[in-house]
């Protein structure tokens, strides 16, 4: 870890990408934040009738497939393509160009409390409504909590560090 002193590796900002509740990109983001709108509603990915709270922060104006292939995003639960939409945003941003020259020199590093819900959610319902051969072969690597790393480094052809804490809500 690095002291305060300046010792060990920098870590500068050059970009930003930003998918929230207040939708996708960093533009529209400031711009609702500097107006004072919010981004917390009722749920609609699915009926919250059963629950006591039925508010949350969604995002309900994401399209996977205005930042990665239909492929590429069938083959990612929700949260690593947030991750994918937000690191070329970001990258774009910095005007950055990963190629073969400076690939060992970035990392990705991303934190997530948890993974790919939907995709558990998704492969529970196959099992039990389709049977086990109804499970798509890749809902162990959707659900893990390191993936949206993973793709980001993968896709975005990143060769440097690849880290990925979990630490609960304090990720």
Known sequence: MSEVSGTGPRVVVTGLGVISALGVGTERNWRRL?????????????????????IAGEVPDFDPQASMERKEARRM??????????????LAHARLEITPDNAQRIGVLIGSAMGGMGALDDAYAALY???????????????LADLAAGQVSILLGV?????????ACAT
């Not at 981004?39 to 709270?53: L, N, Q």
């Not at 639960?77 to 970001?90: G, I, K, L, N, T």
């Not at 409504?129 to 659900?143: A, D, L, Q, T």
């Open 129 to 143: 409504e389709r049977g086990p051969s109804r499970v798509s072969p890749f809902f162990v690597p959707m659900m």
């Open 34 to 54: 500097l107006v004072g709108e919010g981004g917390i509603g009722r749920v609609t990915r699915f009926d919250p009738a059963p629950f006591e709270s039925q």
């Open 159 to 167: 060769k440097g560090p690849n880290w990925a804490p979990v630490s």
């Open 77 to 90: 639960d929700r949260f690593a393509q947030f991750a994918v939409a937000a690191a070329r945003e970001a």
